[in-house]
């Protein structure tokens, strides 16, 4: 329970910044071109909002029509409390609040409506690009306050485990990869990932000695699906913790011992060591251990669950991590790099998504909470707050009714022919979006609550 709430407290904190900057871009320039903008709120607010705030009107100022003003005090600000979003409600526009009683009204001056095409696209762009402005400043600022972290491929010297599916191509746990289509990879993450995945060939390093090439068959992103990770770093059995009244405590196993065999069988890695404890959980078995440099045998009996009640040492402890430092200068143009590398990165993968494996894949809020660890950790959380925000950019920027790709689709259209869709048209493509977009909603949960119950 206090891991669910500890995710759900880090979701709902990423996505809360990510939809307030992200309606604040279409406030703002609304605002910038004298765009009335009746509502502010983040999360909906169906039926009653937990805060609300209404300024009151100082003055009433008029346009050289007559008619008045628009001001920040004609917004109501406040708080809904269905955690699925936001919204701000702009005058004169056809959007999710389908306000079919103000379209019916003439057009006034200071309404979305009637402002030039260029104003209304710049309005919708505004939110996408807020968004993706916040992971270019997210990513500046972990460069530049805690730098950037990683374990150098060539210096796991335990190499790395892979998924099911890579194994199936040739990969072998333990490999260290070297390079793909000839480029060197330093680090198991991000865009090094999808370089492997995409490449024709991989170089890996096997047992230490052996160069091997791997061809990549062409579309292999796709058996990666259901599986968590294509590759993870090997980590050796070090103890850094033993739980008292366990069987590792009884047995007398003591921090730092590393464990390299159980029951016989060689364990040189996390993997093969928790496989083997499950084969000879409750069985009287010796444990093959390294302790300051010398190895010996140790007694002992796994639970019938297969546990002896140790923690590992961290892999920061174990692998050498290197880290390289920005100043704050340094680091905008590294923000700037480690955000368009993920955009890339991400519009890359969507493409898969468009396939009937790739469909399978996708998630809802419960695969967004799982990206975030189980303990608050504010480097973790700001490194996915701003992935998220890049993904969330993306997302709205496809050319669907009722996201602002879809408004932008139309008014390019606009600019374009000179001819302005119709309101009827307007309304029956807001409610075709807004249906699609229900479906892929109930899609992606029920795809998270599938993999929870039968996975």
């Known amino acids: 329970m206090e891991t669910f709430l500890i995710k759900a407290a880090q979701l709902i904190a990423a996505f809360a910044l ?45 346009d050289p029509n007559g008619e008045e003003r628009a001001t920040w005090r004609d917004t109501e600000y406040g708080i809904g409390w269905l955690p699925l979003g936001g919204y701000v409600k702009i005058a004169g526009m056809i959007d999710e609040s389908m306000d079919k009683e103000q ?42 306050y805690w730098g950037e972290k990683y374990i150098p491929l060539d210096k796991a010297y335990e190499g790395m485990d892979y998924a099911e599916a890579a194994q199936e191509i040739g990969f072998r746990n333990g490999d260290i990869p070297l390079f793909a289509d000839g480029e060197k990879l330093e680090v198991a993450k991000g865009n090094y990932l999808l370089e492997m995945a995409e490449a024709k060939t991989v170089t890996v390093l096997r047992n230490h000695k052996d160069t091997i090439d791997i ?29 008292n009244g366990e069987p590792a405590k009884e047995a007398g196993l003591q921090k730092g011992d590393r464990i390299v065999s159980v029951a016989g069988a060689p364990t040189l890695a996390y993997t ?5 404890l499950q084969k000879n959980a409750g069985r009287d078995i010796t444990m093959g251990i390294i302790r300051d440099g010398k190895p010996m045998d140790v007694a002992i009996t796994p639970t ?15 692998y050498p991590v ?25 519009v890359s993968s969507m493409k898969y998504v468009a396939t009937a494996e790739g469909a399978k894949s996708l998630g809802g809020f419960g695969a967004i909470g799982n990206l975030f660890p189980d303990k608050w950790n504010w480097l973790s959380f700001w490194e996915i707050t701003a992935f998220l925000s890049v993904a969330l950019a993306f ?27 119709s309101e009827k048209f307007m309304e029956y493509a807001q409610i075709c979006g807004m249906a699609f977009l229900l479906v892929l909603l109930l899609y992606a949960n029920g795809n998270d609550l599938y993999r929870f119950i039968f996975k």
Do not use: C
């Open 215 to 243: 061809a990549i068959p062409e579309n292999f992103i796709l058996r990666l699906n259901d599986e968590e990770r294509f590759l993870t770093y090997r980590l050796p059995v070090y103890i850094g913790d033993i739980v």
């Open 18 to 62: 990510l939809v307030i900057i992200h309606e604040f871009g279409h406030y703002i320039f609304a605002r910038m071109f004298g765009i009335k903008v009746e509502k502010f709120y983040l999360f909906f607010d169906p039926w009653f909002s937990l805060f609300k705030y209404k300024p009151k009107k100082k003055s009433t100022k008029t």
């Open 322 to 346: 290197v880290t390289r430092h920005y100043t704050f200068l340094q680091s905008i143009p590294k923000g700037w790099e480690i955000g368009t590398n993920r955009l890339s990165s991400y």
């Open 395 to 421: 997302m709205n920027i496809l050319p669907i009714p009722a996201l602002d790709g879809g408004h932008i689709m139309f008014l390019i259209y606009e600019i374009v022919s000179r001819r302005k869709p």
């Open 272 to 276: 093969e060591f928790t496989a083997e």
């Open 103 to 144: 379209l019916a009204q003439e057009p006034k001056s200071w309404e979305f409506r009637s402002k030039p095409a260029y104003q209304r696209l710049l309005v919708m762009v505004a939110g996408v690009l807020m968004n993706f402005i916040l992971a270019i400043i997210i990513y500046a600022g972990i460069a530049w």
């Open 304 to 318: 019938s669950g297969g546990k002896i009640g140790i923690q590992l040492k961290p892999i920061t402890d174990i």
